[in-house]
């Protein structure tokens, strides 16, 4: 999903910020993300392991792309560290920009995704459940860069 600060920049060398699946969820995180309200994001430890990609990496930098695979923005990684789902705060949470005023809400609503049939088929395991233990990647960015013509 990212790579170091010292390797290639370019827009179309960089690895893909693909934000939830292709459709309207991934449609509102992108616009979120563009203009300025969403600066944080978080994914489950279980999804590097399985996809065999390596945790992000402060200074990493990855190509926000759309719903059409378009490379819409630059992101760079500012912070990133795993904790146990139970230690998301509030700030974390608001950071998302998904509008949610409480750790509960966010909660909520990042537990119907995870339980999805398209992230547990993703996953490989039909079962897949979180709980307060589950290890999640809890991730800060900034754009660095808009892409002409797009967003």
Same mark, same amino acid.
């Given at each position: 999903?990212?790579?170091? @600060?010292?390797?290639?920049?370019?827009?179309?060398?960089?690895?893909?910020?693909?934000?939830?699946? @292709?459709? @309207?969820?991934?449609?509102?995180?992108?616009?979120?993300?563009?203009?300025?309200?969403?600066?944080?994001?978080?994914?489950?430890?279980?999804?590097?392991?399985?996809?065999? #990609? @390596?945790?992000?990496?402060?200074?990493?930098?990855?190509?926000?792309?759309?719903?059409?695979?378009?490379?819409?923005?630059? %992101?760079?990684?500012?912070?990133?560290?795993?904790?146990?789902?139970?230690?998301?705060? %509030?700030?974390?949470?608001?950071? #998302?920009?998904?509008?949610?005023?409480?750790?509960?809400?966010?909660?909520?609503?990042?537990?119907?995704?995870?339980?999805?049939?398209?992230?547990?088929?993703?996953?490989?395991?039909?079962?897949?459940?979180?709980?307060?233990?589950?290890?999640?990647?809890? #991730?800060?960015?900034?754009?660095?860069?808009?892409?002409?013509?797009?967003?």
């Amino acid at each position: 999903m990212t790579v170091g @600060p010292d390797q290639n920049t370019d827009p179309e060398s960089l690895p893909k910020a693909e934000f939830a699946f @292709p459709g @309207p969820l991934r449609d509102r995180l992108v616009a979120a993300v563009l203009d300025g309200s969403k600066t944080a994001t978080t994914g489950l430890l279980a999804e590097y392991e399985h996809a065999g #990609e @390596p945790l992000p990496s402060v200074g990493a930098r990855s190509t926000v792309v759309d719903s059409d695979d378009r490379p819409v923005a630059v %992101i760079e990684v500012t912070e990133a560290r795993v904790v146990p789902l139970r230690e998301v705060d %509030i700030a974390h949470a608001v950071d #998302e920009g998904e509008g949610c005023t409480t750790v509960d809400g966010w909660r909520a609503d990042h537990e119907e995704f995870w339980h999805s049939e398209e992230m547990r088929r993703a996953l490989g395991d039909p079962r897949f459940t979180v709980h307060d233990t589950t290890a999640v990647v809890l #991730e800060r960015f900034r754009v660095v860069g808009r892409l002409h013509g797009l967003g």
